[in-house]
């Protein structure tokens, strides 16, 4: 693969200041982390999370925008004395977000490379992620501002898989490098370029990329012919992107941009964790991109997870209610509006759902309505992952889906977003669970058929697919388990499995069907 140097700007890039709210970052046992866990515990129980190795599964990190949000009492800028956040009792639902739970180590058992992500880091492994034909994930950063405690990024902050850092002029070599090889493909062949382009085998051996990707979905030496689409969007991740200083970041949106993508995203939770950061010397340097870069759109998603993230509360904890909504936090209603401004900027919504955080159907329904009603489209509500320690935090799929049912009723489709789990097999959407079939009918199915489903059964669709999407759309079938926390607790009771291929979907059925015929 070749090494082309990402874009460096001839122009400086105006500063946001970073260190303006400095983080706490590190092991439990740090007198700076120490003194403030036992403002919110007591010694004894800090002692006991540092002998059961919390800290060993993540170390503890939070800023003073969302500490001030956790304990509540506000916060004012230090050199003005202006008032930053207002004083608002402490929010027990962002306490759970960031502060340690001692029951996270005491069940380890989860995915140790959450959805098997390093098997489709191809070229660049650990630095990006390339599951989706037309998307490349790039690893960008590798700190946040604050922690999750259920981070889906576990691996990449204890290095457990060896993930790590992609370069910027990495990233452009390889998506330059992917694109064109498909590209001389097309032109020599007649396809589409921006379509799908049909790869033979002799291109296989050619293009060391497209055979390497090929490899990760087929046998390649057996299929003589492989589908694929272009990068047309890059993904910036980490970690968050959003910690990185103005210049770097730019840096690596003009490498996404240079490499002929249409759409570079950044995903973070920093609007939540530090809306500070979203400020005029930001959105300077949004405008400087675009200048440069003029047909390529920035997509953020924001990670808010729970209302009392930007919405204002009274000293007794209610929310104000004004005409047509409710009052915003102020320094996060600046920080939206500044990027919904942007005519060539968007911004959408996404957040797991997680336990004693925003398993509540109240207050999931209001995170919809008000982030519409500012212009930032809710995307997902995504099922917590199997990642190590997931027990402590995940609610059972099937409670989940009625909790976000619940709270989808009254919300425009305009507001709504989709509840589904961002596994191996691409993002499994949950679509129904059905309690099970009425007597008056499962008495006309044959035996086995009704056994398989007397006790109700739950529906996925493949919303997303790996690779040129060979399943999207398809289904996959399970009878229901109202204890599972993620795909695998259904694994072994799967009906029809539309993940797989050809006759395997089928194999549950054929398997039940000739248990009837043997029966009749």
Known sequence: MSTAVADKPAFEIPRTDLEQFPITRGRFDAKKVETLLQKIYSPE????????????????????????????GGLTDEATGAEILPDMPASTALL??????????FDMSGETDPSNQNRYAGALQ??????????????????????????YRLDLFNGSTGKSLVKPEELRAYVSEYNMALKEISLRTGQEYNGPTTVGQEDMEKYPLLRQRASFEYDVAENEKHVFFPVNEVLLSGGDPM????????????????????????????????????????AETLRMFHTNYPNVHVN??????HPDEFLQRTIQGRYIRQDNGYKWLRVVEDAVMRMTSLPF???????????????DAQALHLLHQ????????????????EIEGHKAFAVPVEEAWRIYTESQKGVSD?????????????????????????????????????????GGFIIFKIHRSPYSAETQSDIVIARRNPEALWISGYEDRIIYDGRRQGQERFKALVLIAAMSAGNG
């Open 45 to 72: 129980e800090v002692a006991e999370m540092k002998a059961a190795g919390v800290d060993k599964r993540m170390v503890f990190g939070i800023n003073p925008h969302y500490l001030a949000l956790v304990l509540g």
């Open 96 to 105: 759970a977000l960031v502060m340690p739970r001692l029951g996270e180590s």
């Open 126 to 151: 650990g630095k990006l992620l390339h599951k989706y034909d037309e998307i490349v994930l790039a690893y960008s950063a590798l700190a946040c501002s604050a922690h999750c405690r259920y981070c």
């Open 243 to 282: 910690v990185l200083t103005n210049h770097k970041l730019y840096e690596y949106m003009s490498a996404a941009a240079a490499a002929d993508v249409s759409i570079v995203r950044i995903g973070t939770k920093e609007m939540a964790f530090r809306p500070e950061r979203f400020d005029d010397a930001f």
């Open 300 to 305: 953020i998603v924001t990670h808010f997870s």
């Open 345 to 359: 900027v968007s911004l959408e919504n996404q957040t797991p759902m997680i336990f004693r955080v925003n398993n």
């Open 370 to 385: 008000e982030l519409r009603r500012k212009n930032v489209k809710p995307k997902y509500i995504f099922q917590c992952r």
């Open 414 to 454: 305009t507001a709504r977003s989709r509840f589904a789990m961002s596994s191996e097999w691409g993002k499994l959407e949950i679509i129904s669970v059905v309690d099970g079939i009425p007597h008056e009918f499962s008495s006309l199915l044959p035996e086995e058929l009704n056994e398989a489903l007397h």
